[in-house]
T-cell receptor, first 118, second 114 residues
């Protein structure tokens, strides 16, 4: 069984500053993928960044980077230079072993609400 | 534009009624999924389908049914057997490959039972 834990129900950050959203995971799979999604108040889910368990370098996508620490089973999202439009719910998710029926099946954490103050 | 379309966006139903939520995609994706989201919670998998005419139960399938007669379509029926159906429902799709397995989501359907 896979489990994703996001321990921060809410986070606040000043505009233009960086913020880290925590995510820890638990899995017995040797191969897995970690995802971060953003959910604005409109409800849609927006894919932000992906990290494979065998990727040696931390993933980066623009202002988003994923701080992957495999031994600690953590996959924290770092948002640099926060913008007002970053205010949303953020979900960490995991996909297990990439074989057959596991494709695309994501397990989600509870989410963290990020509020960016001007 | 390519994407996933869910309808209706808002739906009200009386207890004891079945309702069907529509999900259509034009991304030519093989796999489709239904997730349920309760207020302040993460997403939980209801059903998924990796190929036409085949689907599997997710973590919370009781009280729900699906069909996959066409690649583009994956409707979800919330039956009267679902004890607490009021929730936000999200449909998603993905390419079945060995890479990111990224899910693309629709805009969701909000169901309220009166």
């Amino acid at each position: 069984a896979q489990k994703i834990t996001q321990t921060q129900p809410g986070m606040f950050v000043q505009e233009k500053e960086a913020v880290t959203l925590d995510c820890t995971y638990d899995t017995s799979d040797q191969s897995y993928g970690l995802f971060w999604y953003k959910q604005p108040s409109s409800g849609e889910m927006i894919f932000l960044i992906y990290q494979g368990s065998y990727d040696e370098q931390n993933a980066t996508e623009g202002r988003y980077s994923l701080n992957f620490q495999k031994a600690r089973k953590s996959a924290n999202l770092v948002i640099s230079a926060s913008q007002l439009g970053d205010s949303a719910m953020y979900f960490c998710a995991m996909r297990g072993h990439a074989g057959g029926t596991s494709y695309g099946k994501l397990t989600f954490g509870q989410g963290t609400i990020l509020t960016v103050h001007p | 534009d390519g994407g996933i379309t869910q309808s209706p966006k808002y739906l009200f139903r009386k207890e004891g009624q079945n309702v069907t939520l529509s999900c259509e995609q034009n991304l030519n994706h093989d796999a489709m999924y239904w997730y349920r989201q309760d207020p302040g919670q993460g997403l939980r998998l209801i059903y998924y389908s990796q190929i036409v005419n085949d689907f599997q139960k997710g973590d919370i399938a009781e009280g729900y049914s699906v069909s996959r007669e066409k690649k583009e379509s994956f409707p979800l029926t919330v039956t009267s057997a679902q004890k607490n159906p009021t929730a936000f429902y999200l449909c998603a799709s993905s390419i079945n490959n060995l890479n990111t397995g990224e899910l693309f989501f629709g805009e969701g359907s909000r169901l309220t039972v009166l």
